[in-house]
């Protein structure tokens, strides 16, 4: 050992000998390699003050003033904006729905993420089998919100594949009491395979070790699944939670194709309250007002997510 | 002897759930590919059926003619292609910074890359859609292509510094001592080697890309500026709903997805699983 240290350590004392006799060149090397990071790292950062720090900063100020875009010459207006949102009853409705939206998608994002990723990851099926099951699993997926919707609309047409196949005759999108309820279902069957393979990735990352030590222990198939699998899916499924619970909270796009948040406001969301209240309407400070109340909602929970990210790093 | 019985027993319970599963992941995807090739009459025609009576090819036909719903396609294609390559040029640089020094300010910006993902679409929308009618971008490929880095340029970075960091600092300084700059290792070592990460990441934008809605539906307004998901949604704004050109379009508008998909599927599942594994 100590031969193949000592080597090292003269190496070492010559080098900073080196550094003693040339202390200008040295200093000047310094200062470039402090400088070097921010070079590489400039066309991000102009990007982001120009696509998000700035455009916050607008978003803000959109919504503390009376109409603006549409009005040349908009006033400051404090806060009226925000007291008009949080007195309407359409706010706090498409709140609900995107509430409900979010945990009952993460519900059952988690359920079938689990239940598919367990049975794939399972070593009595054969390498090839589940290579092919898992790439048809995630089909789903890689469908753009448009093709997703549409093809539902179909499907659930009055006359549709499936009211046929249940022997009924439902409008599914255009029910009062339906309509939200068809919007989660379609968002779990197009959305659950990101975390599918997620959790899959997390469930071949388990090293055998632990179930193999187990089972010479006697622990049967069920105490493995909630003394092992859990407690390694853990930080992954919460890190996936926080993730699907943000993404569910802004979801509109969906919506906005299948019912447009009717029939009568019933499937509304936060999403697409701002959104017609944009584009629809061109009241652009109060959906500016909306907006900053939906970027500070999934911002609470962002910060959760960073703080975990950053601690798993 | 009851062992073998009982794994047996487990085996067929998962390949039951496994069909099962597929069944409900694919039945509506085999449903659109059922109505491509049917006729418009056909498509709600009582009793309905997987295998058309008279399969015919008249949708895909029709829409591959029609130069407007071609101009959708060109148009995807030169934004996904131009914003992938903004976007790994950025990133690279970004991802090299932030995997191989330390510098002030660093965790903040880790934290703040992090955090952007979480900022919702339809905030920023409302302040893009007024810079860019103020300069006079609104309605053009640049307007897809300037706020899509907003998206992929987040996701890209963190993937990349990720991949560099599992590269060795030995590879750098070899290439130092010999009197390389910095930029050449990068270029010269770091990305050749780190192609496997950088596929990952080119096809997450990509499709990113391909698959944006929202954006492209607010800042363009002319046919000639579409893309295809806005293409296929202007199909049902029609009078008539003509189902099997837009499941013939719909199908259409995937075949880039799926070719990435079938011919670089871990690649794929690589870009797919990064996010929240180990950002």
Redesign the interface.
């Known amino acids: 050992m100590t031969v193949y240290l000592a080597p090292q350590s003269v190496k070492y004392k010559r080098m900073s000998l080196d550094i003693r006799v040339k202390p200008r060149k040295e200093r000047k090397d310094m200062n470039r390699?402090?400088i070097?990071?921010?070079l590489?790292?400039s066309?991000?950062i102009i990007?982001?003050c120009i696509?998000?720090v700035?455009?916050?900063y607008?978003?803000i100020s959109?919504s503390v003033k009376d109409n603006?875009?549409v009005n040349p010459t908009p006033h400051f207006v404090g806060l009226a904006n925000f007291s008009k949102i949080i007195s309407s009853g359409e706010f706090w409705k498409s709140l609900k729905n995107s509430l409900e939206f979010s945990v009952v998608s993460l519900i059952f994002h988690m359920i079938?993420g689990i239940?598919?990723a367990l049975?794939?990851n399972?070593s009595?099926?054969n390498s090839r089998f589940r290579?092919i099951?898992?790439?048809?699993?995630?089909?789903?997926?890689?469908?753009?919100?448009?093709?997703v919707?549409?093809?539902?609309?179909?499907?659930l047409?009055n006359?549709?594949?499936i009211n046929?196949i249940l022997g009924l005759s439902i409008d599914w999108f255009g029910n009062r009491a339906l309509a939200a309820k068809t919007v989660i279902f379609v968002n779990i069957?197009c959305s659950y395979?990101?975390y599918m393979?997620?959790i899959?990735?997390?469930l071949q990352g388990i090293s055998p070790v632990y179930y193999e030590a187990a089972s010479i222990d006697g622990a049967n198939s069920i105490q493995r699944f909630f003394k092992i699998t859990i407690p390694h899916l853990r930080p992954?499924m919460i890190?996936?939670m926080l993730?699907d619970f943000?993404w569910s909270?802004?979801q509109?796009?969906l919506t906005y194709?299948t019912t447009g948040g009717g029939p009568i406001g019933s499937s509304e969301t936060i999403?697409t309250y701002?959104?017609n209240l944009?584009?629809k309407n061109y009241q652009?400070s109060m959906?500016?007002a909306s907006?900053?109340i939906?970027?500070l909602l999934?911002?609470v929970?962002?910060?959760f997510?960073?703080r975990r990210?950053?601690r798993?790093d | 002897m009851k062992k073998s019985t009982k794994t047996r027993l487990t085996k067929i319970l998962i390949e039951i759930g496994l069909l099962v599963g597929l069944i409900y992941a694919l039945f509506p995807v085999i449903w659109m590919i059922s109505c491509a090739f049917k006729t418009n009459t056909e498509v709600f025609t009582v009793p309905q059926r997987i295998i058309p009576r008279n399969p015919t090819a008249d949708a895909f036909t029709s829409v591959l003619t029609d130069s407007a719903k071609l101009r959708y396609f060109l148009n995807s294609y030169v934004v996904a292609l131009v914003t992938t390559a903004i976007t790994l040029f950025v990133a690279i640089l970004a991802g090299y910074a932030l995997s191989r020094y330390d510098f002030k300010g660093k965790k903040p910006l880790n934290a703040f890359i992090i955090i952007t993902q979480a900022v919702p679409p339809i905030t920023l929308l409302i302040p893009y859609f007024g810079m860019l009618v103020l300069f006079g971008l609104y309605d053009s490929y640049w307007a897809m292509i300037v706020t899509y880095l907003v998206f992929t340029l987040p996701y890209a970075t963190i993937m990349i510094t990720g991949y560099i960091n599992t590269l060795p600092k030995d590879l750098d300084e070899a290439v130092a001592i010999d009197g390389g700059s910095t930029w050449c290792v990068l270029w010269r070592v770091l990305v050749p080697i780190s192609k496997p990460g950088l596929v990952a990441t080119a096809i997450y934008t990509f499709l990113q890309c391909w698959n944006e809605y929202l954006f492209a539906l607010c800042l363009t307004k002319s046919g000639e500026m579409r893309t295809v998901p806005i293409g296929i949604q202007l199909l049902m704004g029609q009078i008539t709903y003509s189902w099997n050109e837009m499941m013939a379009m719909s199908i259409l508008g995937s075949i880039p997805i799926i070719i990435l998909f079938v011919f670089a599927q871990n690649y794929f599942i690589a870009g797919l699983s990064a996010g929240a594994i180990k950002s």
């Open positions: 390699k402090k070097t990071p921010y590489y790292l066309p991000i990007v982001f696509l998000l700035y455009p916050i607008q978003v959109f603006v875009i079938l239940a598919f049975m794939l399972s009595l099926l290579g099951v898992r790439a048809l699993y995630i089909v789903p997926w890689t469908f753009t919100v448009s093709i919707a549409i093809l539902w609309r179909l499907m047409n006359s549709g594949i046929t069957w395979p990101f393979i997620s899959l990735a997390a992954v890190s996936l993730l943000i909270m802004q509109l796009s194709i999403g701002t959104y944009a584009f652009f959906a500016s907006a900053v939906m970027m999934c911002l929970i962002a910060i997510y960073v990210q950053s798993l």
